[in-house]
Each structure stands twice: as structure tokens, then as C-alpha cells.
């Protein structure tokens, strides 16, 4: 199993979520997360005063699958959340040794 995480910009959730229900991954993680890659924030102006904004609100999309399905899933990441700007965002695969399922106490794969 792999787990594939995606670091995108919060406006592209939707494109993402349906890339990935299309591939018939139905359970993922999302959580609202903040930082800088090479675009090192941007400055804003509030009330006449600027100020700079070191850390960008992005997203961290989480999901684990088989590892038929990896580059599959990682494609569909990239295609629904580029935009060809900078700060598009990463997606990192790591392994997965075991997954186990609170409820019914599954193992493995059957556990995802």
C-alpha cells in the first residue's frame, strides 16, 4: 500500500476530490494547513498598512491505496490540481506497512 499526500491550493479541492471518486477513491483526509515553497508568501495592504504574509493557506489531501493504483491517483492529483503557476503545490507516496480498520478490526488492504 502507498499513502499519497497533496499539498494544493484550496480552490482546487473540488477538482481534486472528483479526480480521485472517478478512480473509485472514496475515503481521503483533508486538512487546512499553511506554508511557503519558492513563492515565499506576498504582501497584502489592510486599513492603508502593509504587511507580509509569510505563510500561504494551502491544503494537505491525504489517501491511502493499493499500489496498482498509485500512479494512477497521482496522475489524476497533478491534472486536477495544476494550474501552472507557482505554488501549485507537491505530492509526496510513501509506503504503508499496515492499515487496520477501528471497527471491524481489518487488516491490510481490506482495511483501506
Known amino acids: 500500500m502507498k499513502k499519497l499526500e497533496a499539498i494544493i491550493k484550496p480552490f482546487k479541492l473540488e477538482e481534486v476530490r472528483e479526480s480521485l471518486l472517478d478512480l473509485g477513491l472514496e475515503c481521503m483526509t483533508i486538512s487546512e494547513v499553511k506554508g511557503f515553497g519558492r513563492q515565499k508568501g506576498h504582501t497584502e495592504i489592510y486599513r ?38 507557482i ?26
Open 48 to 85: 492603508d498598512s502593509e504587511y507580509v504574509v509569510d505563510f500561504l493557506p494551502k491544503l494537505k489531501i491525504e489517501v491511502v491505496v493499493i499500489d496498482e493504483m498509485i500512479n494512477s491517483a497521482v496522475q489524476a492529483v497533478v491534472k486536477a490540481a495544476r494550474t501552472g503557476r
Open 87 to 112: 505554488g501549485d503545490g507537491k505530492v509526496f507516496v510513501t509506503d504503508v506497512e499496515q492499515a487496520f480498520r477501528i471497527r471491524t478490526e481489518e487488516a491490510g488492504a481490506r482495511a483501506v
